[in-house]
């Protein structure tokens, strides 16, 4: 009988992969891309290689964290023209497929199929993906988005997994609530102090008593992450933004708040040009800041009423400034603008 099945592929460390692939010989190195590639200045890990991995880097740490971790690895700087080719040619190969193909980024999106042999789908992703781009990619098989994302962690490598509603228990039921799509560190840490620490745990808990906690609707919604509840519609609807930041990280730690605002009302004006040219007025501004050494802090404030106005903008980034500790010095600071909802055809 033809069921509905969600495919999540996921290319194998997708940028170091492209990496290896320009340059084969750093095939079994450990390669580390991030910031420009120069571990002596400050930027961070986008990706790292499995070999890289292997010695504890990973994406979001500090390229200095990372060279001293394996001082002889390949740094190379981040190549977004590069790795958007390649990601087109397979988001274009799974589109030949016959699949509905939904883009999650660069290097995963959600499938769409309707078949008796899932697996057999996914061995021809695999092989199509390979044939046309030299890159390996895993694939998570789901009866729903949520749970075919988490799958295709325990296909990788260059594998495939199945987890439904048959099996979630069994697979999920003791980890930690941080193995659910959705819920970080904090979240778990706050779920931990009421006792809640694993996924079966969380399944049978009060959602009442979690929406007083978390919200009303966020509570009712961990409860049912807990039970592997997830969305099933894929659609091939581009994905749109939300909203456009920039950010700078300093090479050297700024403890003068007027050149923080000063750097605020450039990286304002950057992103006021990014939603003009989406003709998307902004109605949200978020600020960033990380302190020295690496404590990270965002504040945000709705707009009056939605701008293309840079100068308006900017004054509002400056002014969430003041929610800030001027006594510390600023390591990175970034800008962000969330949009009106696109206009439909």
């Not at 999650?104 to 057999?120: K, N």
């Not at 750097?263 to 003009?276: G, N, P, Q, S």
Request: proline share 5%; charged share 25%; glycine share 10%.
């Amino acid at each position: 009988m033809t069921g509905h099945w969600v495919l999540h592929v996921d290319l194998d460390q997708f940028i170091a992969a492209v990496e290896v692939l320009r340059n084969p010989a750093l095939a079994g190195r450990p390669v580390i891309v991030g910031g420009r590639g120069d571990p002596t200045e400050r930027g961070v890990v986008s990706t790292a290689s499995y070999e890289a991995r292997e010695h504890g880097v990973g994406s979001g740490m500090p390229l200095r964290v990372a060279a001293r971790k394996i001082p002889d690895a390949v740094f190379l700087p981040v190549d977004a023209d590069a790795y958007n080719e390649v990601s087109d040619t397979v988001m274009d190969t799974l589109r030949g497929l016959g699949v509905v193909v939904e883009v999650l980024g660069w290097d995963e999106a959600f499938l769409g199929a309707d078949t008796d042999d899932p697996e057999s789908v996914a061995r021809t992703v695999q092989r199509a993906v390979f044939d046309a781009t030299g890159l390996h990619c895993s694939v998570g098989i789901g009866d729903n988005k949520l749970r075919a994302k988490i799958a295709t962690g325990f296909g990788k490598p260059r594998g495939m997994f199945r987890l439904t509603r048959d099996n979630w228990f069994a697979v999920m039921g003791e980890r930690g609530t941080d193995a659910l799509w959705g819920i970080g560190s904090r979240t778990a840490k706050k779920l931990d102090a009421l006792g809640i620490r694993t996924v079966r745990e969380l399944a049978a808990a009060s959602e009442q008593d979690l929406a007083a906690r978390f919200g009303p609707k966020t509570g009712p919604w961990l409860v049912g992450l807990g039970r592997g509840v997830g969305g099933t519609t894929v659609t091939a609807e581009p994905w749109v933004a939300r909203s456009h930041g920039r950010e700078v990280t300093f090479q050297q730690d700024v403890d003068d708040w007027a050149q923080v605002a000063e750097h605020a009302r450039r990286l304002a004006a950057r992103v006021t040009d990014d939603i003009r040219a989406e003709q998307r007025p902004g109605v949200r501004v978020e600020v960033k800041i990380r302190y020295a050494p690496f404590t990270t802090h965002t504040t945000a404030r709705a707009l009056p009423d939605p701008t293309l106005d840079p100068q308006v903008v900017a004054d509002a980034a400056v002014a969430l400034l003041d929610r800030f500790d001027h006594s510390r010095r600023v390591r990175l600071l970034g800008v962000r603008v969330v949009m009106t909802d696109p206009v439909k055809d």
